[in-house]
């Protein structure tokens, strides 16, 4: 798998190893009171929708869990109350039932009987999982260089959305196992796979970690950034980005409001009543949600360990803890 996924973090040192200045902050809050609660082991890969302990045990959408994986299996995706897991290899398990592909599956959806398939080579398919048939197969540019937050695809009334890794989603029809339209969000990044994709009133937002793209009512939007973290709140979408920037868009990414911190390394965002971003040198930055003024607390964390955020927890090292 090491060969094919690279790691976030590789991205981030060669973007930022030629500068050693670091976001500072004379005066703080103190130390956020989180009331943490313990994982069960640490943090040994993650996705957008979420991760897989050392011991097996996973985080989902719904929280921590004590279902266990096998050793050699990651958690992808939670759909339809199924664990679906991959070994990067040949196999995924839902649940426990196993199904073998020739191509390791990176990501994944259950709708019904129907799965939606990322395979590793960049080639998409639907599964049926009772007749185990390839229902529709469709092939795209292969890429060797990606960012580890692989998108899952996206049931959308009777279309499928697929995040492919070459920066592009391909729209399905459901009824006819055909492609219907492809929206090429960045074709010409190194690391381009879609990492985030959601629809927010009937609006596809996806993005690379390069750019963002808002599709709704027959208008296509498109904006650059360098993302460390894009997450979706009601109809509004929050984006960090590498040179420190926390901008907060709407759904056709017209710019309501933003705010700079200098050198600030964002981890990840997280929404409770309002937006939380934990910063690298462990500071947790509360904005208000009229983004006028903010709240800065010391927030200690081993910043070389993995981090994902889901909704309003953040899940850290061993531990993970709630925002308010």
Request: proline content about 1%; charged content about 20%; glycine content about 4%.
């Amino acid at each position: 798998m090491k060969y094919f996924l690279i790691l976030l973090t590789s991205l981030i040192i060669f973007t930022g190893c030629s500068s050693k200045k670091y976001f500072e902050v004379d005066d703080t809050l103190g130390d956020y009171e989180s009331n943490s609660a313990s994982l069960n082991d640490n943090i040994k890969s993650f996705n957008k929708v979420g991760a897989t302990l050392d011991n097996g045990e996973i985080i989902t959408k719904k929280g921590v869990s004590n279902f266990q994986l096998p050793e050699g299996f990651e958690f992808i995706n939670l759909s339809e109350d199924t664990v679906i897991s991959t070994n990067y290899l040949n196999k995924i398990l839902l649940n426990k039932t196993e199904h073998e592909f020739s191509t390791g599956v990176v990501a994944a959806t259950l709708k019904d009987n129907i799965l939606a398939l990322v395979f590793m080579d960049n080639s998409i398919a639907l599964y049926d999982i009772n007749t185990k048939n390839i229902l529709m197969k469709e092939y795209y540019s292969k890429s060797l260089a990606n960012d580890t937050r692989i998108a899952n695809p996206y049931y959308m009334g009777s279309l499928i959305l697929f995040p492919t890794l070459d920066g592009k989603v391909i729209v399905v029809s459901s009824k006819s196992n055909k492609v219907i339209r492809t929206i090429v969000v960045d074709a010409d990044s190194k690391f381009n796979n879609i990492i985030f994709l959601d629809v927010v009133n009937d609006t596809l937002i996806a993005s690379s970690s390069n750019k963002v793209v808002s599709v709704g009512a027959g208008v296509v939007n498109l904006k650059e950034y360098n993302i460390r973290d894009i997450i979706s709140h009601n109809q509004d979408i929050f984006i960090a980005t590498i040179d420190g920037q926390i901008i907060k868009t709407d759904i056709s990414l017209n710019i309501q409001d933003r705010r700079k911190y200098k050198y600030a390394k964002f981890y990840a965002l997280a929404y409770g009543t309002s937006l939380y971003a934990l910063e690298s040198q462990g500071y947790l930055i509360n904005i208000s949600n009229d983004f006028k003024s903010d709240k800065i607390y010391d927030f200690s964390f081993d910043n070389e360990e993995n981090v994902i955020a889901i909704d309003d927890i953040i899940y850290h090292n061993d531990e993970y803890f709630i925002v308010k």
